[in-house]
């Protein structure tokens, strides 16, 4: 729960550009505040297996595929419906360990920017994020555990 937390916090951070202490500052003169997050985290939490992931997601893609997995038009590819997302989750875990170069098309959309390596990612991580927005943006798909990351990269 403290762990969690902190990568929510340190997330939101992030995304903030706030320094941590700015943030903590913040949170610690601002009791209401505090309490949102405290809630959003609790909410989180409940929907069980989803924190690690979405924190990632925020840290890690949320830049360039948008909060809402619609990604940028022509830049940046969405991750809803129609998208990769629904892939052979070793497809997904190779994108992820390899980045992601040359023309795609997703949505009749073409994209050809660089994705870029995603490897310093942990097993648990890579899976929690792969998880993630594949219960999100509309995805309804399988999750993708720690051992799936793990036997892929122990093959390289
Ligand atoms: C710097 C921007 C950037 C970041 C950061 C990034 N991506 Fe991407 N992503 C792209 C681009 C650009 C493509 C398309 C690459 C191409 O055209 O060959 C892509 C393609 C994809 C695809 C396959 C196409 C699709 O839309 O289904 C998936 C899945 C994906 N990214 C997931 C992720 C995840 C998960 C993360 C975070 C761990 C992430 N990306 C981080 C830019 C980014």
Redesign the pocket.
């Known amino acids: 729960m403290k762990i969690s937390f902190l990568i929510l916090v340190s997330g939101l951070v992030n995304l903030s550009c706030y320094t941590t202490s700015d943030k903590m500052n913040l949170l610690l003169n601002n009791p209401e505040r505090f309490n949102e997050e405290i809630k959003e985290h609790q909410s989180d939490e409940q929907s069980g297996k989803q924190i690690s992931g979405k924190a990632?997601?925020v840290k890690?893609?949320l830049?360039?595929?948008q909060s809402n997995g619609s990604?940028v038009p022509g830049?940046?590819?969405?991750?809803g419906m129609g998208?990769?997302?629904g892939k052979d989750p070793k497809d997904?875990i190779n994108?992820?360990m390899e980045g992601?170069?040359?023309?795609?098309e997703?949505n009749d959309e073409v994209?050809?920017?660089?994705?870029?390596s995603?490897s310093k990612?942990t097993d648990e991580e890579m899976a929690g994020?792969?998880t993630y927005?594949r219960s999100n943006f509309g995805n309804n798909f399988k999750p993708v555990t720690p051992e799936m990351v793990r036997n892929l990269r122990s093959n390289k």
Request: hydrophobic share 45%; with cysteine; proline share 8%.
């Open positions: 990632v997601y890690y893609c830049t360039c595929h990604g830049m940046h590819p969405p991750l998208s990769w997302v997904l994108i992820l992601l170069s040359g023309k795609i997703v994209y050809k920017d660089n994705m870029p995603q990612l994020v792969l927005i």
